[in-house]
């Protein structure tokens, strides 16, 4: 255990789960729902490991981004029916409301809520199915990679439920505009890849084999060009945009700059752009690296 974790009674940053796979590269995470047979339909196991996933890795000062995939053919297809209980409550005077639908739709929301807790930056390597609360979570990611069978569909509207829950009401018009949700939340047509990125809901269109892999990529420029404390506050303040008025906005930006302004990387930073330290910092890199938190 490191002096970190000590300090502040942190347990170990171990993360090993029967339905997630975290594979650990450098400071990038690779995450992927790994039920394949059921299409990574998210079943009360999976979101339990995946929620605590979310809150653990927030206090990790050696993760500073993280992709999240799913393996198989599909990235998401909604929640797990096998974990639905239609039997009649079994405590008296304890309905369904109560027993299943509130507490199921707490689980399955608190994985978008602790998504945008989480301060590392989370890529989506998006491929297959994302269907119902697959759609949400992968509206929930900061920026997503398509691959080429990547489609999402609001696939509860077709059974009598809604076509909004798990953040997709909040996030899907945000990214693309609310006659464009409108449309793909409404109708509950399947939409693919192709057409998302042209509405911006993708950042890349890729080949199925190469998402992951592409979405790495985009994650080591982020580690590459920025300081850990510096991307963390970045994605702090996008989010807050999604709510601030202007005004607020301008203040939560220049409390975040002068924070990072006060850390030793920012310190490295600045030395490093002096045209006096040109030559140091070729002969010494190692000096003016940015380090982890």
């Known amino acids: 255990m490191s002096v970190y974790q000590d300090a502040y009674y942190l347990p170990e940053f171990t993360y090993e789960y029967n339905k997630l796979n975290v594979e650990v590269r450098g400071p990038i995470h690779v995450v992927a729902f790994n039920d394949a047979a059921n299409l990574n339909a998210m079943s009360y196991e999976q979101m339990a490991e995946f929620n605590d996933y979310l809150k653990k890795v927030r206090m990790d000062p050696d993760c500073r981004a993280i992709v999240l995939t799913g393996e198989g053919r ?3 297809a909604g929640f797990n029916l096998n974990d639905l209980n239609l039997e009649p409550p079994v405590e008296e005077g304890m309905g369904r409301a109560q027993r299943d639908y509130y507490i199921m739709q707490t689980i399955c929301s608190d994985q978008a809520v602790n998504m945008r807790a989480c301060p590392q930056v989370i890529i989506g390597a998006l491929k297959g199915f994302a269907i119902g609360g697959g759609l949400s979570l992968s509206c929930a990611c900061d920026m997503r990679v398509l691959g080429e069978s990547y489609s999402m569909q609001a696939g509860y509207l077709n059974i009598g439920l809604t076509g909004t829950d798990m953040s997709g009401s909040y996030y899907l018009p945000r990214i693309v505009g609310y006659a464009r949700a409108a ?3 409404m109708t509950a047509r399947r939409i693919k890849a192709e057409e ?14 190469d998402v992951v892999e592409e979405a790495v990529k985009m994650a080591e420029m982020c580690c590459k060009n920025s ?3 510096g991307l963390r506050l970045t994605k702090s303040s996008l989010q807050s945009s999604l709510d601030n008025s202007f005004d607020a906005q301008i203040q939560m930006e220049n ?6 302004s006060q850390t030793d990387d920012a310190r490295r930073g600045v030395v490093k752009m002096n045209p006096k330290m040109r030559e140091d910092v070729k002969a010494h890199p190692e000096n003016y690296a940015f380090r982890n938190l």
């Open 183 to 185: 449309e793909a939340l």
């Open 227 to 229: 300081a850990p404390m």
């Open 255 to 260: 409390r975040n700059q002068v924070l990072a």
């Open 196 to 209: 998302l990125v042209a509405w911006g809901f993708g950042n890349k269109l890729v080949a199925d084999d």
């Open 74 to 76: 599909a990235f998401c």
